[in-house]
T-cell receptor, first 114, second 112 residues
């Protein structure tokens, strides 16, 4: 059974700092991996989607990488801003059988201090 | 505007009183699913649907029912709610496995 871990559970950084969020998964046979942000009391907003054949995806100040062989993905946030404060979740879609059985990590709660 | 709409957003009910949480998407997506989010446990999948009339269990289906009679709608039914179903519920849709998921705003349910 796929297990997805996000460490640390919480992170506090000063504004302007570059930071890396981690997502580890136990079964490397994945279809894709998606990063989300969740604001308090809100739904999940998609940030980046990486297919299993890709190594990285970029959107603005965000860059997500994928290393299937080691079971890791990282989300890099450049020049962090207070508006980046949120919980960041990764979700792994399996590559064989049951494409819909997505597994989520428990998230990293990020606070960017002005 | 492309969106996934859930109702109600907030609900307090009592044990045993049947309730339905509706989910509707306007993007003509094939795939829809329901999740519950609990502190320390993250999001866990309850049920998913790959198309009209095709549904299957996720990781935590006990106590829930779903139906997919129309492509756009995927209601979650709690026939006899219990306090352990107090949670934040999310509906999601996606056009295909290779494409990303879109989430609703969530429905916070409290069962007394």
């Amino acid at each position: 059974k796929q297990e997805v871990t996000q460490i640390p559970a919480a992170l506090s950084v000063p504004e302007g700092e570059n930071l890396v969020l981690n997502c580890s998964f136990t079964d490397s046979a994945i279809y894709n991996l998606q990063w989300f942000r969740q604001d308090p009391g809100k739904g999940l907003t998609s940030l980046l989607l990486i297919q299993s054949s890709q190594r990285e995806q970029t959107s603005g100040r965000l860059n997500a990488s994928l290393d299937k062989s080691s079971g890791r993905s990282t989300l890099y946030i450049a020049a962090s801003q207070p508006g980046d404060s949120a919980t960041y979740l990764c979700a792994v879609r399996p590559g064989s059988g049951g494409y819909q059985k997505v597994t989520f990590g428990t998230g990293t709660k990020l606070q960017v201090i002005p | 505007e492309a969106q996934v709409t859930q109702n109600p957003r907030y609900l307090i009910t009592v044990t045993g009183k049947k309730l339905t949480v509706t989910c509707s998407q306007n993007m003509n997506h094939e795939y829809m699913s329901w999740y519950r989010q609990d502190p320390g446990l993250g999001l866990r999948q309850i049920y998913y649907s790959m198309n009209v009339e095709v549904t299957d269990k996720g990781d935590v289906p006990e106590g829930y029912k779903v139906s997919r009679k129309e492509k756009r709608n995927f209601p979650l039914i709690l026939e006899s709610p219990s306090p352990n179903q107090t949670s934040l519920y999310f509906c999601a849709s996606s056009p295909a496995p290779g494409q990303g998921m879109f989430f609703g705003e969530g429905s916070r349910l409290t069962v007394l």
